[in-house]
């Protein structure tokens, strides 16, 4: 099983990003997928997790700004990042728990907004 995120790059603050997640291997059935992400000098935080076919959570700091989607048939979760702050500023890591194979991270993808 491999997790190969992308579309981290430079985004201006109000603007928009959209991170990619895509499982390769034997990742069905899909438990859940999601996203964390580590600033400079900071811990790790929870951002956002989809579970089954409608569960979504989100951290409080990105709620009603970000939005997170899984597409089973491609095995890829999405992170639509909106309104950023310079703040989200931070190496994002998406996860996925599958069924079969337990979890699984990819390697992080910077995500830089200036201001």
């Known amino acids: 099983v491999q997790l190969q995120a992308s579309g981290g790059g430079l985004g201006q603050a109000g603007g928009s990003l959209r991170l990619s997640c895509a499982a390769s291997g034997t990742v069905r059935p899909i438990v859940s997928m999601g996203w964390y992400r580590q600033a400079p000098g900071k811990q790790r935080e929870f951002v956002a997790e989809?579970?089954?076919?409608?569960?979504?959570r989100y951290a409080n700091s990105v709620k009603g700004r970000f939005t997170i989607s899984v597409d089973n048939a491609k095995n890829t979760a999405y992170l639509q990042m909106d309104s950023l702050k310079p703040e989200d500023t931070a190496v994002y890591y998406c996860?996925?728990?599958?069924?079969?194979?337990?979890?699984?991270w990819g390697q992080g993808t910077q995500v830089t907004v200036s201001s």
């Open positions: 989809s579970t089954g076919a409608h569960s979504t």
């Open positions: 996860y996925g728990r599958f069924r079969s194979a337990g979890e699984y």
